[in-house]
């Protein structure tokens, strides 16, 4: 058996493990909902941004912002690359026997030729890590609860048969590089611009992301003022 097929192998368990093995009646609408991204998501989506921009302050408006350069640059742009570069179909429509999860129903896949395989990368993945990544660099410690959620969206998306476990860890992986640059060209952007565009703001907020000030690197020592 040659490396790849090795892979392919562990791959596919893994995949039944978790779509079928491991799954439970009563946990099938919870993952469908999690991985669920239909119009009720949207409207509490666009809800949240609101209330962000509305009364989140500088920090609220800061992770609008940084998200969606996030979408911009990886969603739009990476991860939609990375589709068409590999043109991986989803084990859904290529695999017998995977339990087809939605709101509305479960159903098993039939197997089919698709002429734009969109398995790899995950965006529901690569944005919810972006998130994880924004949200910790923005509020330190108390946005450590979106790892936990990106990693319930991720498992959820196996579970219901829209993507293998290996493009699940290689997303994660995607995401955590873009959201890393994304991150820091925001910094350094900020340490460029804002002292002579918006001085009173700077003086307020010297790092956008104070918690990340040595990893970062960027500019010259500031007070780590939140």
């Known amino acids: 058996m ?31 909902r999690v991985s669920d991204f239909s119009t009720p998501a ?12 509305a009364f989140g302050g500088f920090r609220g408006r800061l992770l609008v912002v940084m998200m969606a350069a996030c979408l911009i640059i990886g ?24 339990r087809v999860l939605s709101v509305h129903e479960v159903t098993e896949s039939a197997p089919h030729h698709v002429a734009i395989g969109r398995s790899f990368t995950s965006g529901h993945a690569c944005n919810n890590v972006a998130l994880a990544m924004v949200g910790c660099a923005i509020f330190g410690w108390r946005g450590a609860w979106l790892w936990a959620w990106a990693v319930l969206v991720s498992y959820s998306r196996i579970y219901v048969g829209a993507h293998y476990p290996s493009d699940i860890f290689g997303s994660w992986l995607v995401a955590l590089i873009y959201a890393f640059f994304i ?14 565009k918006w001085p009173k703001l700077y003086a307020l907020h010297p790092r956008l992301f104070p918690s990340w000030g040595r990893v970062l690197r960027v500019g010259r020592p500031m007070p780590l003022v939140s």
């Not at 739009?76 to 017998?96: C, H, M, Q, Y």
Request: one cysteine or more.
């Open 75 to 98: 969603d739009a742009g990476i991860d939609w690359s990375f589709k068409r570069l590999v043109n991986r179909p989803r084990p859904n429509e290529t695999e017998p026997h995977v």
């Open 2 to 32: 040659s490396l790849l097929a090795m892979f392919h192998a562990v791959d596919l368990h893994l995949l039944y493990l978790i779509n079928q093995t491991w799954s439970r009646p009563w946990l099938d609408p919870i993952m469908a």
């Open 42 to 53: 949207k409207c509490a989506l666009a809800v949240a941004v609101g209330v962000a921009l």
């Open 183 to 196: 991150i820091k060209g925001a910094e350094w952007l900020w340490q460029k611009i804002a002292p002579a």
